[in-house]
């Protein structure tokens, strides 16, 4: 069985020893102090030896105790502990025996205000320069070092937080300072603990080293930017080449440990963006964050780990792949997690990148319940919708119509642009609407301001806005919204009359949300009556006439009917690159049926079709088609009308072709 001793002298050094341990490993553990030794977990099969070594003792250590290639020395003493570094690494070279550096990740947050040192005999003698209260936080071990460069003034304004050990103690004694100015405290400490410590003793200037995120470092750069002290770092001596306790642990037992595997990923809802709004889980789930990710307004001010201002999927996860120490990470959404957020999207890659991580969803309060409360309105009676980052014509559609028919309609905007968007719109439709924008919701520059069409069309205003249209005007919406034939205009272009375009329709079977075409457009009628239906369907008329173009254009743009496209060309062949469809309505074909019919069945998804024919030829050959083609639910049905018309003083009927309507599904 491998020899395994670890050298320890950080919190990573004990957390390696507790997970061998944990899986069954034998090892010894050499620490330099009883104190070390009281911090050490031991159960299970570890051995604790306590007491300094030189590079000599080390080496007949390991000799004594037979360690040969086989064998592995792990190194996880502190990375300022240079000479310690050098005994180890010496002895087990010697020994012939294996080697390993477990090292402390550095710090990689952005922190413009610190200064850095190559020596604390540089800092040193930077503080004595220096004015107020001084926080040393990097041990007793260079209190001697620091002691011998500052004058007997700057040693009574210092105060030195070590271990509660007694070797600690005596160093400080020798070295002069008094007992009133010794903090004898165990770590960790959080950010509010530093920060309380700052406040108490009226601290100026506070002196670590660069002791990564195990050590603490982060916490005390927050606390002193928040308590406004100067902060002094220490660099690490040279560069070490090493890895961190996770790989060693994979090393020397060839597995990971399950805890290891384990992330804990927040998705949270900010608020608008002041912090007044943010919910006290949220700041929970901050405060207990080794990182937190989202666009760089929502970090400003954040007094957490590590910040990046990231929230796209294909950023956060390079990042969380290279940093292994990130155990606990926040992603910060405006407002609600759960409405119009990217909160959906990022589990969705989260759980492709790392299947074991627990992901967590918390809401947030959205802009729309702030500007509601701000104005005194409710907004159970409104719809409520979002064009962020969403803008289409088909959503524009859709947001115009839900504005005509709702007295109140809240709706989230990318920016100043939406606002001059939507008035053009509504002063183009003759909607005597007021716009209410808020700007800047919960936060410290708020803005409020109520518009006309004509003024929203001409706004100007930076910020995250939201959005309330009040039309008080609002119509009440057809159940079934069909159009008459005098609703368009015909020219001399054929048209599916009324009563066969409403009674094809029907027999669509439509649904929201549907894609749908429309061949052989004509004037565009059925187009036209399906996308009235409801704004969530998108209807392609493909049309290869150019008269008939030009009147569709003409149709769609007399009816605002933005969720219609118009395809010039013939089917199939003008099928390539567009969605599939859902439902299809043929009111022509130009002889190329079966074509048309084959080219819908190259898709996965059943579709359900509607043919007219108005020739026996057409009518036999539908027949036969939806035999040959496998077609299911096949239904026929004859109509024809008869108008009656005004003729004078009479009455007269005016029959109509009979029509066979065809309907059916390609599965």
């Known amino acids: ?67 040969s290639a086989e064998d592995l020395v792990v190194d996880a003493t502190h990375p300022y502990a240079v000479d310690a570094t050098a005994n180890i690494r010496e002895a087990a070279e010697k020994a012939g025996t294996g080697y390993l550096r477990v090292l402390r ?48 003034e700057t040693r009574d304004r210092t105060l030195v937080r070590i271990l509660p050990a007694q070797e600690s103690l005596q160093i400080c004694q020798s070295e002069g300072i008094a007992a009133k100015n010794i903090l004898a405290m165990q770590g960790p400490f959080s950010r509010e603990m530093n920060l309380a410590i ?5 601290i100026r200037h506070l002196v670590t080293k660069d002791s990564g995120s195990a050590g603490g470092f982060e916490e005390k750069i927050l606390a002193a930017e928040e308590a406004g002290a100067t902060c002094h770092v220490i660099r690490r001596p040279g560069t ?21 595997q384990q992330r804990q990923i927040t998705l949270a809802g900010f608020g608008p963006g002041g912090t007044d709004v943010t919910t006290q889980e949220v700041r929970r789930a901050l405060d207990e964050a080794d990182a937190v990710f989202g666009a760089a307004r929502l970090l400003e001010g954040l007094s957490t780990r590590k910040k990046f201002p990231m929230y796209l999927a294909a950023d956060i996860l390079p990042q969380l792949q290279a940093d292994p120490g990130i155990r606990r990470a926040v992603i910060l959404y405006t407002g609600d997690s759960g409405f119009y957020s990217g909160a959906r999207a ?26 509601a409360a701000r104005l005194g309105e409710s907004y159970d009676d409104a719809d409520v919708t979002s064009i962020h980052g969403r803008k289409t014509l088909g959503v524009m559609h859709q947001l115009l119509t839900k504005i005509r028919f709702h007295r109140k309609t809240f709706v989230l905007l990318s920016g100043d642009e939406d606002v ?68 368009l205009i015909r020219d001399r272009v054929p048209m599916t009359k009324a009563c066969i375009r409403h009674e094809s329709i029907l027999r669509l079977g439509l649904c929201e949300g549907d894609v749908v075409y429309d061949i052989g457009g004509g004037t565009g009628s059925v187009a036209l009556e399906i996308a009235a239906m409801d704004p969530s369907l998108t209807v392609y008329t493909f049309e290869k006439d150019e008269a008939a173009c030009a009147l569709i254009r003409e149709n769609i743009g007399k009816l605002h009917a933005d969720n219609v496209t118009l395809i010039q060309g013939e089917a199939p062949d003008a099928f390539t690159d567009l969605e599939k469809p859902d439902r299809v309505f043929i009111g022509g074909s130009g002889g190329r049926l079966y074509e048309i019919l084959s080219a819908l069945r190259a898709g996965e998804k059943k579709i359900r079709c509607v ?56 599965n």
Request: proline share 3%; hydrophobic share 40%; charged share 30%.
């Open 240 to 260: 070490e080449e090493g890895i961190d306790l996770y790989e060693a642990y994979e090393r020397i037992t060839g597995r990971k440990a399950a805890w290891v």
């Open 198 to 202: 700052l406040r108490q003793y009226d």
């Open 1 to 67: 069985m491998m020899k395994l001793v670890l050298f320890s002298g950080t919190t990573e050094g004990r957390k390696l020893s507790e997970l061998l341990s944990d899986a069954g490993i034998p090892h010894t553990v050499c620490v330099a102090t009883e104190y070390g030794s009281d911090l050490m977990e031991k159960n299970g099969p570890v051995e604790i030896r306590v007491g300094r070594m030189d590079a000599g003792q080390m080496l007949d250590y390991l000799r004594d105790r037979g360690f």
């Open 346 to 371: 990022m589990v969705r890659e989260l759980k492709m990148w790392d299947e074991s991580a627990e992901i967590r969803i918390l809401p947030g309060i959205s802009s729309v319940s702030v500007l």
């Open 420 to 487: 001059r968007d939507i008035g053009e719109r509504l002063h183009s439709l003759g909607m005597d609407a007021r716009v209410v924008v808020g700007s800047d919701l919960s936060c410290e520059g708020e803005r409020i301001c109520t518009l006309s069409p004509e003024e929203a069309a001409a706004f100007q205003g930076a910020g995250v806005l939201t959005a309330l249209i009040l039309n008080d005007r609002f119509e009440k919406r057809p159940i079934l919204p069909i159009l008459s034939d005098e609703d």
């Open 105 to 152: 990740g550095e710090d990689a947050a952005d922190h413009g205000s610190l200064k850095w040192y190559d020596s604390m005999e540089e800092c040193a003698a930077a503080l004595d320069r220096e004015e107020g209260r001084i926080l040393l936080t990097t041990g007793s071990k260079e209190l001697a070092v620091y002691c011998r460069q500052i004058s007997d």
């Open 611 to 666: 043919l007219n024919a108005v020739t026996l030829e057409t009518m036999e050959e539908a027949v036969r088609i939806t035999r040959e083609t496998g077609a299911s639910d096949a239904e026929m049905i004859q109509l024809q009308c008869t108008p009656v018309k005004e003729a004078g003083r009479y009455h007269m009927m005016q029959a109509q072709n009979p029509v066979m309507i065809v309907s059916f599904t390609l």
